[in-house]
């Protein structure tokens, strides 16, 4: 259904309005997720360099931990990197004042389910022809 032409208005002078509005931009820039995601991705990056050269100073001053732990940090902050980028690809859906309309994954609320209970719930919703 299109707005009549006193809506458009109305609506195009609040899109000013908050365009204008400085605090407004950047409470929505720190509620997005996408905006913390960047920021953890470029965090990561920066421990990963910093395992990096913890790496090379433990090679060249020849102390092995030092560079198993550099290593480790590395390895931990790419791993924090990977997490951080699937949670930026695949964001929860917030509605405020309202419900979601996808359900929660099993793995990050409720009971986990066993194999055995899938394959139990697979048995019972079999078709009735390969009892």
């Known amino acids: 259904m299109p707005l ?7 609506f195009e002078q609040i899109e000013r309005s908050l365009a204008e509005d400085p605090k407004f931009a950047s409470a929505v820039r720190a509620s997005d997720p996408r905006f913390h995601a960047r920021r953890r991705l470029l ?14 100073y433990g090679a060249v001053i020849k102390t092995p931990p030092l560079a198993v732990a550099g290593f480790v940090v ?10 951080s980028h699937r949670r930026a690809q695949s964001p929860d859906l917030h509605v405020v004042g309202g419900t979601t309309s996808r359900r929660p994954r099993s793995g990050r609320s409720g009971r986990r389910r066993s194999i ?11 078709p009735e022809g390969h009892r």
């Open 116 to 126: 055995l209970d899938r394959m139990e719930d697979r048995w019972r919703q079999r």
């Open 43 to 56: 965090v990561a990056a920066g421990v990963i360099i910093a395992g990096l050269a913890l790496l090379v």
């Open 4 to 10: 009549s032409e006193h809506e458009q208005r109305l």
């Open 74 to 83: 590395m390895l931990a902050s790419a791993a924090f990197a990977v997490q």
